[in-house]
């Protein structure tokens, strides 16, 4: 699943945001996730919001440091800053909440 919805993002300039928490993607499946949206906001203006709390991603926090060093992502830490439209830090993709596990 992640990686069909990868290419989508991947292949599309047009998405201003979106919506996958809740789902069972893991680890692998939102890196794959991350790194084609990032890629797909590549030129663009503002950023991609995309939210993917509460996935069975364990370690999201470190997921998102290693990711960060390479892709263009901001966890939208200053949320009056940070919203759907701008990244204070000139990222193209928002990740809020993304450090939010899933319970059960």
Do not use: Y
Request: charged share 25%; glycine share 6%; with cysteine.
């Amino acid at each position: 699943g992640a990686k069909l919805l990868a290419e989508l993002l991947r292949g599309n300039k047009t998405l201003e945001e979106v919506h996958l928490s809740h789902n069972q993607f893991t680890a692998v499946g939102a890196e794959a996730l991350i790194e084609a949206a990032d890629e797909g906001r590549e030129g663009q203006r503002a950023p991609l919001w995309m939210r993917l709390e509460n996935n069975q991603v364990e370690s999201a926090g470190d997921l998102f440091t290693a990711l960060s060093s390479r892709l263009s992502i901001c966890m939208r830490e200053d949320e009056r800053r940070c919203n759907s439209r701008f990244c204070c830090h000139k990222k193209q993709v928002h990740l809020p909440h993304f450090s939010i596990l899933r319970t059960s």
